[in-house]
């Protein structure tokens, strides 16, 4: 996490000033300008060192497990899936063949299923990459949100999240400031200078400008995408739409997830309901990303969280569930 933190400038994660031209006091850094939005909206001062709980350890990661306590959000989070025909579950240009495990080096990542190997590939070495993480105010219960969430998943994009649930005291009040209303997703660009609402002139200036200029057909059917985002939603309940109180993070943390995955979704809900700034690493099916986990950590599962404010790094969704509602929750 801090190498990939350092490798971004700070103004990547530094919030634009208000309309109108209204001064606002800024300081240098990840931490700071979280900071800054909290002491701007005077609903709460920043919080204390965080510290992951007492005797905390990281979990063995087990592949495909289910804790029994998680089976029914996981059921209801992977009720998405049909009603979006998996979209946000590959990257642009994805392919899968079947080859002989011989043929995968040491260290090199391959998906295995049933004694197969096959080795999933991509075209997004064709498509530029942002140099600074896109910044995208957003909230997990609203439909226009998951739209842009999916062509995020799409293109591997990383993104900057900051979550806007209800009654939020940070986020969505400067949201306000911003561009003079309350309504998401609401997307700041710092590598071009853009920001803009509207879901669907957010997804085409990213296929414009990251991806190939094609909008997927899923998330170009105008009202029927909209009530299947929405039908998508329902096995969820409203979950990562309300706030929690919850510390301020002196620094996002980091996610690797993608969009499609039940287990990764309700690890975002959680985070959003703490109105947890978090870094997202794309790494939907056929990402070269999830080479660059497995190399790190010597395999790929995913949600996979670092956080740099306790220096814990772990898998498993339900535990990590529990250590964000632990560490952070008021």
């Known amino acids: 996490m801090a190498g990939f933190l350092r490798s971004v400038p700070p103004s990547a994660f530094r919030l634009p000033s208000p309309p109108g031209g209204k001064s606002i006091r800024r300081r ?3 931490s700071a300008e979280i900071r800054e939005t909290v002491e701007i909206e005077g609903e709460r001062s920043p919080s204390p060192k965080i510290s992951p709980p007492p005797g905390f350890k ?9 804790r029994p306590d998680k089976f029914l959000d996981i059921l209801g989070a992977s009720l998405a899936l049909p009603f979006r025909l998996g979209t946000g579950v590959f990257v642009l240009g994805y392919s899968v063949s079947l080859v002989s495990e011989d043929k995968i080096p040491p260290g090199e990542y391959a998906l295995k299923i049933a004694g197969l190997t096959f080795k999933e590939t991509s075209n997004l070495g064709a498509q530029a990459r942002p140099e600074k993480p896109i910044e995208i105010y957003e909230f997990e219960g609203c439909p226009f949100c998951r739209k842009v969430r999916e062509i ?6 990383d993104i900057l999240y900051y979550p806007c649930p209800r009654n ?3 986020f969505r009040p400067k949201v306000l400031q911003m561009g003079g ?7 700041v660009d710092p590598n071009t200078g853009v920001t803009m609402y509207e879901s669907d002139d957010i997804i085409k200036y990213l296929v414009q400008k990251y991806g190939d200029g094609t909008t997927p057909l899923m998330l170009s059917l105008g009202l029927l995408t909209t009530l299947t985002e929405g039908f998508a939603m329902i096995g969820r309940m409203g979950k990562g739409s309300s706030y929690s109180p919850s510390k301020t993070p002196p620094m996002p943390l980091e996610i690797w997830a993608y969009e499609g995955s039940p287990f990764c ?17 794309s790494t939907a099916r056929g990402s070269p990303k999830r080479q660059e986990l497995y190399k790190r950590v010597g395999r790929f599962q ?9 220096g814990v790094k772990m898998f498993e969704s339900a535990e990590i569930i529990d250590y964000l509602r632990t560490t952070y929750a008021l």
Do not use: A, C, W
Not at 265 to 281: D, Q
């Open 152 to 157: 995020v998943s799409i293109l591997d994009l």
């Open 302 to 310: 995913v949600p996979y969280l670092e956080d740099p404010n306790t």
């Open 58 to 66: 990281p979990p063995e990661p087990k592949r495909f497990s289910v």
């Open 28 to 30: 240098t850094g990840v």
């Open 265 to 281: 979704k309700i690890v975002r809900e959680v985070l959003v309901e703490l109105e947890l700034p978090h870094i997202f690493r």
């Open 181 to 187: 209303k309350q309504q998401f997703p609401y997307m």
């Open 168 to 170: 939020s005291p940070n």
